[in-house]
């Protein structure tokens, strides 16, 4: 049974760090890419970064780049999302999503998914 847990979620002030971890357990992602998404209260998910397992490329939406690094540890099958410069719009929930066989920008091209932890950014 293929597990997604994420961890490494808080509370931390505008302007500073946490990096969320994603342990995959069940198989391996090798040939596909793992993505990571948020929903903020009172909103739809949206797409944050996606890497892929095998080659290292890396996407990630535009609210967040130049200030979230997307990276995986293939030896240990984890993921991760360090995210700095945290702003009060990061608030949300972020999940960890694995498989994509579509497009790495849409939740649906990805089969599995953790239950996701909370960050929140205070003023």
């Known amino acids: 049974q293929v597990q997604l847990v994420e961890s490494g979620g808080g509370l931390v002030q505008a302007g500073g760090s946490l990096r969320l971890s994603c342990a995959v357990s069940?198989?391996?992602?090798?040939?596909?890419?793992m993505g990571w998404f948020r929903q903020a209260p009172g909103k739809e998910r949206e797409f944050v970064a996606a890497?892929?397992?095998?080659?290292?490329?890396?996407y990630y939406a535009d609210s967040v780049k130049d200030r979230f690094t997307i990276s995986r540890d293939k030896a240990k099958n984890q993921m991760y999302l360090q995210m700095n410069s945290l702003k009060l719009e990061d608030t949300a929930v972020y999940s960890c999503?694995?498989?994509?066989?579509?497009?790495?920008?849409?939740?649906?091209?990805?089969?599995?998914w953790g239950k996701g932890t909370l960050v929140t950014v205070s003023s």
């Open positions: 999503a694995g498989d994509s066989r579509g497009s790495v920008y849409f939740e649906e091209s990805y089969q599995y």
């Open positions: 069940g198989r391996t992602f090798s040939n596909y890419f």
């Open positions: 890497i892929s397992w095998s080659g290292g490329s890396t």
